[in-house]
């Protein structure tokens, strides 16, 4: 009765009660412990339920009617359904045992004995089902979903690297083809420079279904230029493309090989402003076929001018944080580029930006220098260039290689503060920096060994780790990692899923790595899967564990599906003698 106050809206005992009740679930639900405790349990022991919302056939169907404890979901498993709920085919909800959550909250709110016990129970109830556990379940969704969007940043980021450190087909003369139906086929035929020599269009495909015509070209352009490998775009009317192509080289007297690239991206780059201004008279899908062909002779030098987002060997790489996303996938690509080094006097500006301690202004200015005053003869040259300073130059100079200067070291990783311990160090061993140029070193690091690691490294005046990376860098100057990577593999005939078999061994790149296991491209214009099951006979709990973006991996089928053109296929069953 003390409480009745028709001015604040309290009008009857009922009221003053429903009032306090209100207050009482209020204080419950803000209570940290409280929530800490219903936390823990709700991660050990919820379950995601998601249930079909139409009878449509779609993408999600494996979601339709699916339950799964919280701590065993899968990261593709909750941005799958995540994408399933927003676009309304699947309805989800978290699903806890009410009564232990009741338990948790009674426990530390409830003086049993107190005329006040059953209202505060009511009370709590209340708390739980009005206020805590929505909260609660959002929180629960929005921990996993950011624990999934990471571990799918991170597979991004582990496909991304084997993408880009792709080992290059040098100074081959190659024709980049772009596939398309009405619009025909983009020609473009590249030197081994990446310079592009001719371009024109042909219509093997339909509707035209000018083959003849087309091959007549083909064979002209090889020719005249001394093709030897042919890049395949692996877009719309890859296929037919292919099996032109294939059907061509067994024509032609030329050895010329082909392979089918990923031309993810390509389109984007294109069209960009970036593309416009390497190719200004060029149309936007010739642009993309000497993409294809450059991502064949040097996939770095030609990934670097793409957003790493519009590559494609993510999963579900739309539904994460785009700001983490992108800064991941940049720090990969400039750990990439600087892993190899960047000849000042070839690089594009896309390619010099990625190097630690230039931007696009100063890269733009590199070449603009470069243009201006001839190609660089000295890594000091680079303190020349406009609005690129000490510090700048500190931070690029080990990775920046300049091949036309008298100074060997500049063509290596050596850091120029390293020179003078360079030289110390070769004269202790015997040597001099004309051995570095023509990598007579192979004796180096037993000269060392047989010195001491510790006194050689003191006698030039740097530490012992600095000592190994420079021995390493001196023996193989200006090494490129790529070249110990396999080589990409080059096709000469097509297949169609229609010729494969159950039981059929074959050969071919990994071209995707996700959480539930690996696509292998076994050339029938359709990736076949590894499960993550019949990757290896041992319990890996990745697949990027064992394989990446590039590995060539024999493969044996297991099941194929042609209707739905679904390959199944498996590493650990491969016969020992295939």
Known sequence: ??????????????????????????????????????????????????QATKEDDSVYRLYYDFSQPVFKLQGHQILAINRGEKEEFLKVNIACNRADSLDVIQAATVKYGSSATDFVIAAG??????????????????????????????????NLKPLIMQPPVKGKVTLGLDPAYRTGCKIAVVDGTGKVLDTTVIYPTPPHNKIEEAKAVLKKLIAKHGVCHIAIGNGTASRESENFVAELLCEIPQKVSYMVVNEAGASVYSASELGAAEFPAFDVSLRSAVSIARRLQDPMAELVKIDPKSIGVGQYQHDVPQKRL??????????????????????????????????????????????????????????????????????????????????VLDNTA???????????????????LQDVKIEGLSQLTEKVKAIGEEKAAAACGIGVPTLRDLVKELIKPGRDPRDELPSPLLRTTAMEIKDLTAGMVLTGPVRNVIDFGAFVDIGVHQDGLVHISQICNRYIRHPSEVLSVGDIVNVVVLEVDEKKKRIGLSIKQVPPDA
Do not use: W
């Open 1 to 50: 009765q003390d409480y009745i106050d028709p001015e604040k809206g309290v009008e009857s005992v009922e009221d003053a009660l429903a009032g306090a009740s209100d207050i009482i679930a209020e204080m419950i639900s803000d209570s940290a412990d409280i929530r800490k405790e219903l936390r823990a349990m709700m991660l050990k022991k919820s379950t995601l339920i998601s």
């Open 125 to 158: 109830e209340d708390s739980y089902d009005r206020l805590m556990f929505p909260s609660m379940e959002r929180e629960i969704r929005n921990h996993f979903t950011d624990m999934a969007g990471e571990g799918a940043i991170k597979n991004f980021a582990i």
């Open 326 to 407: 992108a800064e991941t996938l940049d720090g990969v690509v400039e750990d990439c580029v600087n892993s190899v080094g960047v000849d000042v006097n070839t690089a594009s500006p896309s390619l010099l930006s990625r190097v630690s301690g230039l931007n696009q202004t100063t890269a733009k200015n590199v070449v603009a220098y470069r243009d201006e005053n001839g190609i660089f003869t000295s890594r000091k040259q680079l303190l020349k260039v406009p609005k690129l300073g000490p510090k700048a130059f500190e931070q690029c100079a080990g990775f920046i290689r300049v091949p036309e200067s008298k100074q």
């Open 414 to 432: 050596v850091h120029p503060e390293s020179y003078e311990a360079a030289e110390t160090l070769l004269t202790l061993c015997g040597y001099s």
